[in-house]
């Protein structure tokens, strides 16, 4: 993407964005890629660098991990691959291991579901392939720890053995002198040392001469001498001796383990720049994470429609020192591809020409951006930007001239595909011949048909905004009641500077803002008081809009409410209904099974007794119990309508009720916890906790 000046980027504050996406990458060719982030016109390329990061942030929304946890910068390593003859040590190769064994965690990572659902990321290793002959290389060499296994060579194994043994020896020879010594009183400490790599005795200083050995030292004090014993001498020369041999032909193995994994050299640097690009994506998911960073819909042709769309540095900031941010919605096509931006000083007409150059310029660098995802951006292939003071001393320029020469580029290289923004058009120069001047590059850039954002305080510019095809007017809004911005855009009306609002605001002597009212140009000052009007009576449109909203919105909710509360009565009475349904089958179904077990134990009865006569009364009582049981409430009821309960403690001659089978006697003994109750002339003998005092209701009562 070209653009112009060559301050563009950082006018648009494009290099905070990228020093962000730096300190989120960890790896050295993760920052880089940040640092070097370039601009793209390939509409393929850039929807797959955002599909990229739109994919790892969902992956860590759902919190599904991506194996690219190791941090890992092997520059040097791989750089002495390709050296011939170079040897890296056992920690480096160890690094190399985990270089592959991360890139088999990734591939293993894209199963068959991954490789669609994730095809954004998948794409960066269709290159290259796993090659699992690395690993065992090493393994064969190198331990866990990363030193070189004994069997890694049979000389090295056989040297090694050696080693062993002649250090067993050594001990064994040293532990015997040390012994001897100790018990002669020479040594100044019982623990053995090692100077100059051998293993030494420390003896006072006054007995050196009786130690035969060779001294290797003293200490600062020079109390204590430091000798290596005559029998361990030709001991440790063997060690050492054979040490030497053990270095060498670690070397000579780690050479032949370089050379065989320089083969891999070009696999290996693959495996590297693929961790760096992971790393460079997982940067810039994490940077969208920050500032609400979303995928929009892309678009072939030119154009921006953006949606709930928010600075992201301005979003951060606010974000920080918790206060709102206000986004902005609007649209630039074909039929409306200029928009000036007219309003109060400090309204946000720059901070809002800034938010859409760049949230483009991020996009086509490939980063995710803070609009609504229903949000359509195009690509576009330059951007100019004029904002601010430009007077150059270099070239002896004034501010409008530098202006001018700004404005003659833009004019001379614009066309379909160019992006461009003015802040400030015209200004710098006398206002008549400033705002002609303005009007003509403004239906110059129209007759191109590049898209710009335009911001201006010239009358002249917002007649014409709505007159000249391909110009629109927006405005900053104003709330005129509380004289403060509201950095709301408003687009498809001009907007009021509120010149005489702002000073009335600061407090400035009310006859002074009078005489300066009286000097302005009558049809000047009451088209600047028709458009404040406008702009008031919108915003009561838009707040009695959005209180209708509300209550449309709580309307709903109510409506919501009540049918789901009429759904649970519903279900609450199906469900008791239900209920009752069960309890009545589970009482008829528990009184046909007592009468089939009945039946049986009256079968097997008959078939044993000869009493036949009594088997079938015992069947006719049992088939005929629920006549039975109606003719027992029949007489109840009868018992309720002349018998009153009393309750209390029942005495011998008191009047009581059955409450089995509610007949009504005279209560004639009490033995232990029984009653006998005399029912007509037959005494029957009764549980107490059955019986109930009673006594004959009045007869007015029992008539009634």
Same mark, same amino acid.
């Given at each position: ?14 290099? @905070? ?10 790896? *050295?060719?993760?920052?880089q890629?940040?640092?070097e ?6 509409i ?7 599909? %990229?990061?739109? *994919? ?27 050296? !011939?003859?170079a ?54 060499i190198?331990?866990?720890?990363? !030193? ?6 049979p ?11 002649? +250090? ?19 040594? #100044? ?30 200490? /600062?004090t ?28 670690? =070397? ?15 696999l ?24 609400d ?16 769309? =928010? ?10 020192? @918790? ?30 020409l ?9 996009? %086509? ?23 601010g003071?430009? %007077?150059? $001393? ?19 290289? #614009? ?31 129209? @007759? ?10 010239y ?38 500077? =509120? ?12 006859? $002074? ?12 000052? %009451?088209? /600047? ?23 449309? @919105?709580?309307?709903? +909710? ?8 009429? /759904? ?74 002349k ?19 509610? !007949?009504?006697?005279?209560?004639? *003994? ?23 005092l ?11």
């Amino acid at each position: 993407m070209k653009y112009f000046p060559d301050s563009a980027l950082m006018q648009l504050e494009f290099d @905070k964005v990228q020093a962000l996406l730096q300190e989120h990458c960890k790896t *050295e060719l993760g920052k880089q890629m940040a640092a070097e982030l370039r601009l793209h016109t390939h509409i393929d390329y850039v929807k797959t660098a955002l599909q %990229q990061a739109h *994919e790892y942030k969902q992956l860590t929304l759902l919190q599904e991990h991506f194996p690219n946890d190791y941090i890992l910068n092997l520059k040097n390593e791989l750089r002495l691959l390709g050296i !011939q003859g170079a040897v890296l040590a056992g920690d480096q190769v160890m690094l190399l291991r985990k270089l592959a064994e991360s890139m088999h965690s990734i591939v293993r990572f894209f199963d068959h579901e991954r490789r669609i659902q994730y095809s954004g990321l998948f794409s960066v290793i269709t290159h290259t392939h796993y090659e699992k002959k690395i690993v065992i290389l090493i393994d064969e060499i190198l331990d866990e720890s990363g !030193q070189v296994r004994d069997n890694a060579s049979p000389e090295l194994e056989k040297i090694r053995m050696q080693l062993y043994r002649k +250090r067993n020896e050594l001990r064994r020879a040293f532990d015997r002198a040390l012994s001897k010594l100790s018990k002669l009183g020479y040594l #100044a400490d019982t623990e053995e040392a090692f100077l100059n790599g051998r293993r030494v005795l420390a003896v006072f200083a006054e007995n050196k001469r009786m130690v035969k050995g060779i001294l290797h030292g003293e200490s /600062d004090t020079r109390r204590t001498a430091f000798v290596e014993p005559e029998e361990t001498i030709e001991l440790n020369n063997d060690v050492a001796s054979l040490e030497r041999e053990e270095n060498k032909e670690v =070397y000579r193995i780690l050479r032949a383990l370089t050379a065989a994994l320089s083969q891999h050299a070009q696999l290996l640097n693959n495996y590297h720049d693929i961790l760096g690009i992971y790393d460079f994506i997982r940067g810039k998911a994490k940077l969208a994470l920050d500032m609400d960073g979303n995928y929009p819909m892309l678009s072939a042709t030119s154009q921006a429609h953006l949606v709930e769309a =928010y600075h992201p540095l301005l979003l951060l900031y606010n974000r920080r020192n @918790k206060k709102p941010t206000i986004p902005l919605n609007l649209t630039l096509d074909n039929d409306n591809h200029i928009l000036v931006i007219s309003g109060p000083n400090a309204g946000g007409k720059t901070v809002t020409l800034k938010t859409i150059g760049l949230i483009q310029l991020m996009l %086509q660098a490939g980063l995710l951006v803070p609009v609504h995802p229903s949000s359509q951006l195009g690509i576009f292939r330059q951007l100019m930007i004029h904002i601010g003071d430009t %007077q150059s $001393l270099e070239f002896e320029l004034s501010t409008y001239s530098s202006h001018l020469k700004n404005m003659k580029y833009f004019m001379e290289n #614009a066309n379909g595909k160019t992006l461009f923004f003015i802040d400030e058009l015209g200004s710098g120069s006398d206002p008549n011949l400033g705002g002609a001047f303005a009007e003509v590059i403004m239906e110059e850039l129209a @007759k191109k048909h590049a898209f710009g954002i335009v911001t201006t305080h010239y009358l002249n510019l917002k007649v014409m905004a709505n007159k000249v095809k391909g110009i629109i007017n927006g405005a900053m809004g104003f709330d005129e009641q509380n004289l403060s911005p509201m950095y709301k855009l408003i687009v498809g009306k001009p907007g009021s500077s =509120y010149t005489f609002s702002i000073a009335q605001r600061i407090g400035l002597n009310p006859a $002074l803002i009078s005489r300066a009212k009286n000097l302005v140009d009558e049809g000047h000052f %009451q088209l /600047d008081k028709l458009l404040n009007k406008a702009e008031q009576d919108l915003q009561k449109v838009e707040s009695k809009e959005k209180e209708l909203q509300k209550l449309l @919105k709580e309307n709903e +909710r109510l409506k919501r409410e009540y049918e789901i509360l009429s /759904d649970k009565e519903r279900k609450t009475q199906q469900v008791t209904v239900l209920k009752l349904q069960n309890q009545i089958k589970e009482e008829e179904l528990q009184y046909l099974k007592d009468m089939e077990r009945k039946m049986k134990q009256i079968v097997v009865e008959w078939k044993r007794t000869e009493d036949k006569p009594k088997v079938l009364k015992q069947a006719e009582a049992l088939l005929f119990r629920k006549k039975e049981k109606q003719i027992n409430e029949r007489m109840e009821k009868k018992v309720q309508d002349k018998f009153l309960e009393i309750g209390g403690a029942c005495k011998v001659g008191d009047q009581v009720k059955i409450r089995s089978n509610g !007949q009504v006697g005279k209560l004639l *003994e009490i033995r232990d916890k029984r009653g006998i109750v005399k029912l007509g002339n037959i005494p029957m003998n009764v549980p107490l906790t059955d019986l109930v005092l009673v006594k004959e209701r009045p007869k007015e009562e029992t008539a009634k």
